[in-house]
């Protein structure tokens, strides 16, 4: 079975940092795109980042949503199966739950797996 597990949230004032983890486990044969998401209050999970697989074909491309480009950075240990995020300049309007999110090719195919889930509170 697989699963992600993601760690790393938690209480900082405006302007400080964070940083995540996520480590993907089970059998599997492949990691595609892994990312972030996150899910305020009263709103719709949006996509944070998200990278590519780092293989021949792809660089380990990165996206970004606008409002956190220069503050976020995502990467990825392909021998670990572990993407991260490390936010810095945290504002208010980054509280939210986070989820790491990947698709995984497991016995039966591709599949898209979620984490559990990291508070982020931003507060003074």
């Known amino acids: 079975q697989v699963q992600l597990v993601d760690s790393g949230g938690g209480l900082v004032q405006p302007g400080g940092s964070l940083r995540f983890s996520c480590a993907a486990s089970?059998?599997?044969?492949?990691?595609?795109?892994m990312g972030w998401y996150r899910q305020a209050p009263v709103k719709e999970r949006e996509l944070v980042a998200t990278?590519?697989?780092?293989?021949?074909?792809?660089?380990?491309?990165?996206n970004y949503r606008d409002s956190v480009k220069g503050r976020f950075t995502i990467s990825r240990d392909n021998a670990k199966n572990t993407v991260f995020l490390q936010m810095n300049s945290l504002q208010q309007e980054d509280k939210a739950v986070y989820y790491c999110n990947a698709e995984i090719l497991g016995p039966h195919g591709f599949d898209d797996y979620w984490g559990q889930g990291t508070q982020v509170t931003v507060s003074s």
């Open positions: 089970g059998r599997f044969s492949f990691i595609n795109v």
């Open positions: 990278i590519t697989s780092d293989d021949i074909t792809t660089d380990g491309s990165t």
